[in-house]
């Protein structure tokens, strides 16, 4: 069967469709890690093993879909355990850096506010555009210069005010600047060994649970933090576990849509929507907490989606359009797929 060209208003419809769900399960994601690393967490860290937890979820659903898939059917296509994929050098560094995101976030969570979310993580898409210069050869404009300055600003007042009303722990900024660093790597990573390996965004996201539940667990064991789970309060809890357990199934989630959107369109669009994601976040958190914020942090958000709207419109432009890869060609299954 012959590849068809969707038409681009169909594309639009199937790309918006995957930002939604992505957007859905990004902030559930983070309001469900926060109450697991600050509410219900011991006093021990345990931020390695709720990543790890979360993929061996991740690992164990979809080898549960494949085989409901084998049983009663289905178009889900199967994702395989092929040794040189895991091992080709651009799915573990994907892989390295999905994980170290994770890690860091939750680390970051311990000491920021959600509302304080959108303003730590910002640093993403700088970080973006300097890996896409440096890694993928793009050329830098005078607009990517000024929505970067906008960006910059806008995090050094966010987090001046930041501390000013709520005295957030310097470590937290720390972090955020880590996760910020590995997003902005693991995008692009995603999207080499996508293109090398022709990977769809199933294989991508059980790669990348099996071999971060795999990388970690030494660690689980070697820092203790198995231990400190077992031996706390919330190893019995049953709504932290039940927490646990969902937060497992939206980070498989996220990884599959993350990796369908960037497959769909490119890493840069892919962070352009979290930050705008992460704006309605911020609102959400600061209404849902009651808090009151200064009009300088409120200017520090504000600088912040200046510079990535100024970044977008430079992106949507007729000439530099065509980095978004709107087109989407819908590959029919390979028929060795339909046997296994």
Same mark, same amino acid.
């Given at each position: 069967?012959?590849?068809?060209?969707?038409?681009?208003?169909?594309?639009?419809? %199937?790309?918006?469709?995957?930002?939604?769900?992505?957007?859905?399960?990004?902030?559930?994601?983070v309001?469900?890690?926060?109450?697991?690393?600050?509410?219900?967490?011991?006093?021990?860290?345990?931020?390695?093993?709720?990543?790890?937890?979360?993929?061996?979820i991740?690992?164990?659903? $979809?080898q549960? $879909?494949?085989?409901?898939?084998i049983?009663?059917?289905?178009?889900?296509?199967?994702?395989?355990?092929?040794l040189?994929? @895991?091992?080709?050098?651009?799915?573990?560094?994907?892989?390295v850096?999905?994980?170290?995101?994770?890690?860091?976030?939750?680390?970051?969570?311990?000491?920021i506010?959600?509302?304080?979310?959108?303003?730590?993580?910002? @640093?993403?898409?700088?970080?973006?555009?300097?890996?896409?210069?440096?890694?993928?050869?793009?050329?830098?404009?005078?607009?990517?210069?000024?929505?970067?300055l906008f960006?910059?600003?806008?995090?050094?007042?966010?987090?001046?005010q930041?501390?000013l009303?709520?005295?957030?722990?310097?470590?937290?900024i720390?972090?955020?600047?880590?996760?910020?660093?590995? #997003?902005?790597?693991?995008?692009?990573?995603?999207?080499?060994?996508?293109?090398?390996?022709?990977?769809s965004s199933?294989? @991508?996201?059980?790669?990348?649970?099996?071999?971060?539940?795999?990388?970690?667990?030494?660690? &689980?064991?070697?820092?203790?933090?198995?231990?400190?789970?077992?031996?706390?309060?919330?190893?019995?809890d049953?709504?932290?576990?039940?927490?646990?357990?969902?937060?497992?199934?939206?980070?498989?989630?996220m990884?599959? @849509?993350?990796?369908?959107?960037?497959?769909?369109?490119?890493?840069?669009?892919?962070? &352009?929507?979290?930050? #705008?994601?992460?704006?309605?976040?911020?609102?959400?958190?600061?209404?849902?907490?009651?808090?009151?914020?200064?009009?300088?942090?409120?200017?520090?958000?504000? %600088?912040?989606?200046?510079?990535?709207?100024?970044?977008?419109?430079?992106?949507?432009?007729?000439?530099?359009?065509?980095?978004?890869?709107?087109?989407?060609?819908?590959?029919?299954?390979?028929?060795?797929?339909?046997?296994?």
């Amino acid at each position: 069967m012959a590849g068809a060209l969707v038409t681009p208003e169909s594309s639009y419809i %199937l790309i918006g469709t995957v930002l939604v769900a992505h957007w859905t399960c990004a902030m559930s994601m983070v309001f469900i890690n926060k109450a697991l690393v600050s509410g219900r967490a011991p006093s021990a860290d345990i931020s390695l093993f709720i990543v790890w937890i979360q993929n061996l979820i991740g690992v164990a659903l $979809i080898q549960v $879909i494949n085989l409901g898939t084998i049983i009663v059917g289905g178009t889900w296509e199967r994702a395989k355990w092929d040794l040189s994929t @895991l091992l080709h050098p651009d799915m573990i560094m994907s892989s390295v850096t999905f994980t170290g995101t994770l890690v860091f976030n939750n680390l970051m969570l311990k000491y920021i506010s959600v509302a304080f979310y959108q303003v730590a993580r910002s @640093l993403t898409l700088i970080f973006v555009i300097t890996f896409s210069m440096i890694i993928l050869q793009e050329k830098i404009t005078s607009r990517v210069v000024v929505a970067s300055l906008f960006i910059v600003m806008g995090f050094y007042i966010g987090v001046d005010q930041e501390m000013l009303s709520t005295g957030v722990n310097p470590l937290g900024i720390m972090y955020a600047v880590v996760a910020s660093l590995l #997003a902005a790597l693991c995008g692009i990573f995603f999207k080499r060994v996508q293109k090398k390996k022709m990977l769809s965004s199933v294989q @991508l996201t059980f790669n990348n649970c099996l071999i971060s539940s795999l990388g970690l667990t030494p660690l &689980i064991f070697s820092t203790s933090q198995l231990n400190n789970f077992l031996y706390s309060s919330m190893s019995e809890d049953l709504t932290a576990r039940m927490l646990l357990f969902l937060s497992g199934i939206m980070s498989l989630s996220m990884g599959w @849509l993350s990796a369908l959107q960037i497959s769909l369109t490119s890493p840069l669009t892919h962070n &352009i929507s979290i930050n #705008a994601k992460s704006l309605f976040q911020t609102v959400l958190a600061v209404i849902w907490s009651g808090e009151s914020r200064a009009w300088l942090w409120w200017l520090g958000n504000g %600088l912040v989606m200046t510079g990535i709207a100024t970044y977008t419109a430079h992106k949507l432009n007729p000439q530099t359009r065509a980095s978004l890869n709107m087109d989407v060609e819908i590959q029919a299954p390979h028929p060795t797929n339909r046997n296994k």
